[in-house]
């Protein structure tokens, strides 16, 4: 079955400290991967995505993720995180014959000074 | 003015009121979603529209009804609201194809609470 994972519910670090979150998926094709983030009462907001080519990509706000085919993975980074970071952060993956993305049940972000 | 803009941002209802949700779009997109968020559950796909005269359902349609009017426009009905249908719920669109057919575009969310 095609599904998205991600292991942490809620995520805390300190303001400066850095960030990896997991996203494992269980898909047939070859995957196009996403990382969207949810600030409070917003919409969701794309971070970065993967189709092909290398496999670490960059986003905006200073992120990053690298897809690792062996493991199934598509762990997001960040090397300094900013209070600003606190969301909640979505996990994607779709295909090129894809009618729909399937999307991890997420992972909040708190950030403390 | 936002690419996708949903309507009503908030809304509180009694049940079996029948509710319509709607979402416009300038982005000139062919296909059009609807996702119910609940917290610990993520996103799950209501129905989804490829253009107006291509509408399917997604996983957890039952209880929703859709009409797509126009390319860029999709509204969401419950027909007979309850309870269990409080959820937070976005419209999103995207390209018809290619990978741009995956990143979605969102809207701010409407918030809909059944009493």
């Known amino acids: 079955a095609q599904s998205v994972t991600q292991p942490d519910i809620h995520i805390t670090v300190s303001e400066g400290a850095s960030l990896e979150l997991r996203c494992n998926y269980s898909?047939?094709?070859?995957?196009?991967l996403f990382w969207y983030v949810q600030s409070p009462g917003q919409g969701l907001q794309l971070l970065l995505k993967y189709f092909s080519g290398d496999t670490l990509v960059q986003g905006i706000k200073g992120f990053e993720a690298e897809f690792k085919r062996s493991q199934s993975s598509f762990n997001l980074r960040k090397p300094s995180v900013h209070w600003s970071d606190a969301a909640e952060y979505f996990c994607a993956v779709g295909s090129y014959n894809t009618d729909k993305l399937i999307f991890g049940t997420g992972t909040r972000l708190q950030v403390f000074p | 003015d936002a690419d996708v803009t949903q309507t009503p941002r908030n809304r509180i209802t009694k049940t079996g009121k029948r509710i319509m949700l709607e979402c416009s779009q300038t982005k000139g997109h062919d296909r059009m979603y609807w996702y119910r968020q609940d917290p610990g559950l993520g996103l799950r796909l209501i129905y989804y529209?490829?253009?107006?005269?291509?509408?399917n359902k997604g996983e957890i349609s039952d209880g929703y009804s859709v009409s797509r009017q126009a390319q860029a426009k999709f509204s969401l009905s419950l027909e007979s609201a309850i309870p269990n249908q409080t959820a937070l719920y976005f419209c999103?669109?995207?390209?018809?194809?290619?990978?741009?057919?995956?990143?979605?575009?969102f809207g701010a969310g409407s918030r809909l609470t059944v009493l």
């Open positions: 999103a669109t995207s390209d018809r194809t290619g990978p741009g057919a995956n990143v979605l575009t």
């Open positions: 529209s490829f253009d107006v005269k291509d509408i």
């Open positions: 898909y047939g094709a070859t995957p196009y």
